[in-house]
C-alpha cells in the first residue's frame, strides 16, 4: 500500500513537472539583452502578423516595419513604410522587391528577409516605439513604454514557451 502511494505521489509529481516545464505555446519573446531572461512575450502562431513601428528621432515620422511568423518560427520582413527619405532610411527596393508611393508614404513591398532572431531598442531620445498585431479592423497595439524602461534593448524571438514561463512572464496584451 505504502508502495502504490509513493508510486502514485512520483507520477503526479512528473505530470505536473511535465506540465510546468514542457513548452505549450509559441509566443513572440523579448529577451533582455543578451540574456535567457524573459522580459515579456506576445502569444503568437505561425502565419500571425505584427509591426514594430517607431518615431524616427530626425524627421520625427513613424516608421513601420512587418513582420510573418514562418512555419520555422523565424520572422520573416515583408514589407517596410516610411514618409521621408533620411538617414537610415531606404532610398529604392532590392531584387524581387518593389517600392511604391501612395498617401504620403513610401512602401518597400515584397520583401524577403527572414531572421531566427531581431535586435530592439526602445528609443530613449524619441520613446514612441509601439507594437501592433492582428488584422484589421481589429489589430491590437501597445506602446513599448508600457512594458519595457526607455532606452532598453531586447532580442526578439518566436519560441514555444512553458506554463513556468508564462505564468512567471509578463503577457503582452491591449
Not at 8 to 25: A, D, H
Not at 156 to 163: A, D, F, G, P, T
Amino acid at each position: 500500500m505504502k508502495l502504490q502511494k509513493t508510486l502514485l505521489s512520483i507520477i503526479i509529481l512528473l505530470i505536473l513537472l511535465t506540465l510546468l516545464f514542457v513548452p505549450f505555446r509559441t509566443a513572440l519573446v523579448f529577451y533582455k539583452e543578451n540574456t535567457d531572461n524573459i522580459e515579456a512575450f506576445l502569444p503568437i502562431q505561425k502565419g500571425d502578423t505584427f509591426q514594430i513601428i517607431f518615431k524616427h528621432s530626425i524627421h520625427l515620422t513613424d516608421v513601420v516595419e512587418k513582420y510573418k511568423v514562418t512555419d520555422d518560427f523565424e520572422i520573416k520582413q515583408y514589407e517596410f513604410v516610411y514618409e521621408e527619405f533620411g538617414i537610415g532610411m531606404p532610398s529604392n527596393a532590392e531584387d524581387g522587391e518593389s517600392f511604391v508611393y501612395e498617401d504620403g508614404k513610401y512602401y518597400i513591398k515584397d520583401i524577403d528577409n527572414v531572421f531566427p532572431s531581431i535586435n530592439i531598442r526602445n528609443g530613449k531620445t524619441v520613446s514612441e516605439n509601439r507594437l501592433v498585431w492582428g488584422k484589421e479592423p481589429n489589430e491590437k497595439m501597445v506602446w513599448f513604454n508600457e512594458y519595457f524602461e526607455p532606452g532598453a534593448w531586447f532580442k526578439l524571438k518566436v519560441e514555444r514557451i512553458s506554463l513556468w514561463e508564462y505564468l512567471k512572464g509578463v503577457n503582452i496584451h491591449e
